[in-house]
Each structure stands twice: as C-alpha cells, then as structure tokens.
C-alpha cells in the first residue's frame, strides 16, 4: 500500500461541476503539496499547506492533520482543468536534508464541455 | 525566462549507452531535486542537492549519477542504459525561504531501444 493515497483514480466531470479529490497520507509530514500535471508532461505546484485552507481563484485545498487527509477542490470546473492532479507530501527533515516528497498516484480528471 | 530548464526534452538511445541530462535553475534556490516518472505516471524522488551536497540518495543504481557544479545547476548522467529506464525525468528546484515550494522542469522522455 502506498504511503500516499489518491481517489478517484479517474474522474470525469461536465463542464460546470463542483469536483473534489482527495488524498490520504500514513506518514507524518511537514507539508503537502498539490500538482498539477497536464496532458502536454509539464508540471506545476498549486498548492503547498501545512494546516487549514488555501484558495486560488477556482482552486481550493484543505487539509486536516489530525485525520491524515487533503482534498483539492475545483469550482465551476471548465475543460481547460483536464489534467493529472497529484496529491505529495514532504517528510519531515532530518538531520541533512530538508526531507523528500513522496507521492500519490495521481488522478486523471477530463472536463467535458 | 524559463525558471527551471532542461535539457534535452527528448532522448532516444541504445542499451548500454551512456548519456547525460542537465538541469539549470535561475531562481536563486537552493536545493535541487531530480524525479523519475515511470510509465503509470508515478513519480519518485531519485536525487536531492542542497547547496551543491547531495542529501537525499534513494535507492537508486549506481550507474545514476548526479553532478552538481554549481547551485544552479544539477546534472543528472547515466551510465549503461537499460531498457527499465525508460521513463520521464524531471528537475525541480526550492528553496528554505520559499517555504520548499516545489518549482519543476517540463521533464526528459527518456526512451532507451
């Protein structure tokens, strides 16, 4: 079982919806991070949380400590949001490092118009 | 003004060959990171760099060599390819005061035949 863990895996929505994805954790951290990658390869940070609730225009990403778990929401979606979005968090440092992103699986979300 | 470049985007080459990727970021950072995406899109960390000093090693093989001249720059060269890492290669860039804000390079598809 993976450390990070993402649902849906796949998710296909009209243009218009409210969509949500979530993401559970088993590990301790210092941060999450929410990408997103788009069909083209490229891939950009949305969000970075430690605690609480980040919005960004149609985007926002919560995350509750104590329950291990972050959604990413996405309002009025619109095609242009179709894109692989990956869930990450950053392990606590350590004693030379600044600690490392581990991963989710990813989820693959088509917009349609 | 392309924050986090690599080079080059595409690679084809035969098994056994040796190659190199580079990666170059101008936004000041100091801490570099090279990922691997493998073919269900699933990405893990390889290397890190922090100031030119390697701090995070993940189980990777040896013939993955990462060389950083400067804290700028964060080259990655591999040595005998094999047909297992084909995959996508992405650099990314952080720094402390930005709060480890992840920033990435569009990655090198990488395909050994």
């Known amino acids: 079982k993976n450390e990070v863990e993402q649902s849906p895996q796949n998710l296909t929505a009209q243009e218009g919806e409210f969509i949500t994805i979530n993401c559970s954790y088993s590990v301790g951290i210092s941060a999450l991070h929410w990408l997103q990658q788009h069909p083209g390869g490229g891939i950009v940070s949305l969000f970075m949380?430690?605690?609480g609730k980040k919005k960004h225009g149609r985007l926002i990403a919560t995350i509750n400590i104590q329950e291990k778990h972050s959604s990413l929401h996405i309002t009025a979606s619109h095609p242009r949001d179709s894109a692989v979005y990956i869930c990450a968090v950053r392990t606590p440092p350590g004693s030379s490092n600044t600690g490392k992103l581990i991963f989710g699986q990813g989820t693959t979300l088509q917009v349609k118009p | 003004d392309t924050a986090v470049s690599q080079t080059p985007k595409y690679l084809v080459t035969q098994m056994g060959n040796d190659k190199s990727i580079k990666c170059e970021q101008n936004?000041?950072?100091?801490?570099m990171y090279w990922y691997k995406q493998d073919s269900k899109k699933f990405l893990k960390i390889m290397f890190s760099?922090?100031?030119?000093?390697?701090?995070i090693n993940e189980t990777v093989p040896n013939r993955f060599s990462p060389k950083s001249p400067d804290k700028a720059h964060l080259n990655l060269h591999i040595n005998s390819l094999e047909l297992g890492d084909s995959a996508v290669y992405f650099c990314?860039?952080?720094?402390?005061?930005?709060?480890?804000?992840?920033?990435f390079g569009a990655g090198t598809r990488l395909s050994v035949l």
């Open positions: 990314a860039s952080s720094s402390l005061a930005g709060g480890l804000g992840q920033y």
């Open positions: 760099y922090n100031n030119k000093e390697l701090i």
């Open positions: 949380l430690s605690s």
């Open positions: 936004l000041g950072h100091d801490t």
